[in-house]
């Protein structure tokens, strides 16, 4: 299975955006799927995820303003962020829980304040 994000974008501080991770296959195939992103000059991060039975947990810094969700008939999961802030700008990427497929190429957000 292969995942692919996408959405990313540029918006101002307070603002919103949804990115979606889709599967090449069955995402009940994988036990929980999980929001990564990366800043300019800093490790990539553990954001959210979500298990397939639906149990959902997020990082500090976004709990709160973010909200992942998966429709399994879509094969997809999302990523709502809301309130967002210039320190949420970076790349972000959808990988299992705990990550051991490939990285793609994620999607980059930008939030200017």
Do not use: H
């Not at 490790?43 to 709990?63: L, P």
């Not at 973010?66 to 970076?90: C, H, W």
């Amino acid at each position: 299975v292969q995942l692919q994000a996408s959405g990313g974008g540029s918006v101002q501080a307070g603002g919103s955006l949804r990115l979606s991770c889709a599967a090449s296959g069955n995402i009940l195939s994988m036990p929980a799927l999980g929001w990564y992103r990366q800043a300019p000059g800093k490790q990539r991060e553990w954001v959210a995820t979500i298990s397939r039975v639906g149990n959902i947990a997020y990082a500090d810094s976004v709990n709160g303003r973010f909200t992942i969700s998966r429709v399994n008939a879509k094969d997809t999961v999302y990523l709502q962020m809301n309130a967002l802030k210039p320190e949420d700008t970076g790349v972000y990427f959808c990988n299992r829980e705990p990550p051991n497929l490939p990285w793609g190429q994620g999607t980059q957000l930008t939030v200017s304040s």
